[in-house]
Every structure is written in structure tokens, then in C-alpha cells.
């Protein structure tokens, strides 16, 4: 737990202010199914591929067991977002 509590996370403004135009753009459009799946996105990204370095070694094999599952589980729920979003409900 302390390695949570004591990690300095970076995220650059440019993502940030990528974020907020992107969301901005598709709640305006009303479209707010995408806005959340942009804003999974970007946090899947940060907290796993951006900042990798800061919370296991350079090399792969290092990930335990737990991690590489979370982020596998991460990448079919943007998967069953995607499908979902294809289907129009009226």
C-alpha cells in the first residue's frame, strides 16, 4: 500500500487537455456513452502504459500474476465497450 500513497504520477497537460476537449466534444453531441468510454481510455492508459516504469522493472516478466490480469481484464472491458457502443438502442 505504501507504494501507492508514495508514487508521483505524471501526466503531461497535453493529454490532459486532450481528455477534456475530447469529452467536451462528444457530451456536447450528445453522445455520452462515448465520452465514458474515451475517459476509460485515457485512464487505463495512465495508470498502466504511461507510467509503466514507475511501478515494475523495464522487463515483462517482472508483472506478478495479479497486474497482468487487471490490465487483460482492462482490455476486454474496452473491447465489450467497443461492441457496445455499436449497438443503437432507441
Request: hydrophobic letters at 55%; charged letters at 10%.
Amino acid at each position: 500500500m505504501d507504494i501507492i500513497y508514495s508514487t508521483n504520477i505524471s501526466v503531461s497537460l497535453f493529454q490532459i487537455m486532450a481528455l477534456l476537449t475530447l469529452t467536451t466534444v462528444a457530451l456536447l453531441y450528445g453522445m455520452a456513452r462515448v465520452a465514458l468510454f474515451i475517459n476509460y481510455v485515457f485512464i487505463l492508459y495512465w495508470g498502466y502504459l504511461s507510467n509503466f516504469d514507475k511501478f515494475y522493472d523495464s522487463q515483462f516478466h517482472s508483472v506478478n500474476t495479479f497486474s497482468g490480469y487487471y490490465v487483460i481484464f482492462g482490455i476486454v472491458i474496452i473491447l465489450l465497450a467497443t461492441a457496445a457502443l455499436l449497438v443503437r438502442t432507441e
